[in-house]
């Protein structure tokens, strides 16, 4: 059994939570051999008592066949943060979940990514600026990502889905659950057109604190987050001070001074975001990186600049590392896997993460299905 399985049968465990998991891993018990710890053995390193009995009791490859069964039968699946697949940017933020549960089109983890999150009540301003920046960022080829809540979250969502960008619906409670009910057709249309992520099992009952634990997701997910509208308490600023945690761009929406519901993106103006007035402060971010090749931007030059074949700009590897040119050279007798590329570079996990992230955003590299990469 690997370590995805492993890890997906503790996860699904009731009373095993981030910091349990986190012990058990770094403990080195994440093996097979764990089946038959005692309950003795899991109390020594850490769990609580709960736990510890379930796990001493319960914990076994037939736990975890049930569970990967009833998975299955629900049309859900999962990735572990061991998985190639897991989302790379993800991977490098702050406590990343250990499992993700998932419905829909997959391949938009691999995209770029812009959050957006503002309040639930919004006013006619932010709902207008909200839908604009949404429908005109996907229709360039970004996939929106927020988290179904009412308000700008829903209003980004709906913009964003018909584009060819997408959305990524990241839900504070259970993948088969649904809050606000309001959003039942929503998150049937984005399970259908989009994706829904979730790191909670099926069943996990719902309480208020899983929803802050969501916005770390949302941020990690993304290259930057936007703040539409939101007061000076928020929950959208939570997300913002989760995308500076993971070294992500802020991006704030100015509003009027005499408005409540724009205190809190006006006071990220005043520490640092970036203003946004039109679409095109954020897309000026990051066009140049992917060398237009998104969808929407079509083919061909761009812009007056020079092409290469398929239409796409030719690479200037002036504007490579030295480390990301290595690497590069390297990817010219691939495409390689993770691992692959991990025993060819000599580079450490981390590093290579970082290398490959760069080279993606630069659009000198592509990520292909199983976490194989290959140069563009």
Not at 218 to 247: F, Q
Not at 254 to 265: F, L
Not at 301 to 325: H, I, M, R, V
Not at 362 to 368: D, I, M, N, R, T
Request: proline share 6%; hydrophobic share 40%; aromatic share 6%.
């Amino acid at each position: 059994m690997n370590r995805s399985e492993l890890l997906f049968g503790l996860h699904e465990m009731e009373g095993i939570g981030w910091a349990s998991l986190n012990r058990i891993v770094r403990c080195g018990m994440l093996t097979e051999a764990s089946f038959s710890c005692s309950e003795k053995e899991w109390l020594g390193i850490g769990l609580p008592p709960a736990a510890a009995d379930r796990l001493a009791k319960q914990w076994s490859p037939d736990w975890i066949a049930r569970r990967l069964e009833l998975l299955e039968a629900s049309g859900y699946r999962y990735l572990a943060v061991t998985d190639e697949a897991y989302p790379f940017r993800l991977r490098e933020a702050a406590e990343p979940p250990w499992v993700l549960y998932l419905r829909g089109r997959t391949e938009l983890l691999t995209r770029p990514s812009i959050a957006m999150v503002g309040t639930r009540a919004p006013t006619v301003y932010g709902r207008r600026v909200g839908e604009a920046l949404a429908s005109a960022l996907s229709a360039k080829g970004m996939t929106i990502i927020s988290g179904l809540a009412r308000g700008i979250d829903s209003i980004c969502h709906e913009a964003a889905l018909p584009g060819p960008g997408g959305t990524i619906a990241v839900m504070a409670t259970a993948i088969d659950k649904i809050y606000p009910p309001e959003n039942r057709s929503l998150l049937r249309a984005i399970k259908r057109e989009g994706l829904v992520v979730s790191e909670y099992p099926i069943g996990t009952k719902s309480h208020p604190g899983l929803f802050p634990r969501r916005n770390r997701i949302i941020a990690g997910l993304a290259l930057g987050t936007v703040v539409v509208e939101a007061d000076s308490r928020s929950g959208s600023l939570i997300t913002a001070d989760a995308a500076l945690e993971a070294g992500r761009d802020v991006f704030a929406v100015p509003g009027p001074i005499t408005s409540p519901k724009s205190r809190g993106s006006n006071d990220l103006l005043k520490q640092g975001a970036k203003l946004v007035s039109s679409p095109e402060d954020i897309w000026e971010e990051y066009r140049e990186p992917w060398l237009r090749t998104l969808p929407g931007e079509g083919a061909g030059k761009a812009d007056g600049g020079p092409t290469g074949e398929g239409g796409t700009l030719a690479l200037d590897e002036n504007n490579l590392t030295s480390e990301e040119s290595q690497l590069y050279h390297i990817l010219h007798q691939g495409p390689f896997t993770f691992d692959e590329l991990l025993g060819r570079s000599g580079y450490d996990f981390g590093l290579l993460h970082s290398l490959l992230l760069s080279l993606i955003i630069k659009k000198a590299v592509v990520q292909l299905p199983g976490a194989t990469y290959k140069i563009v």
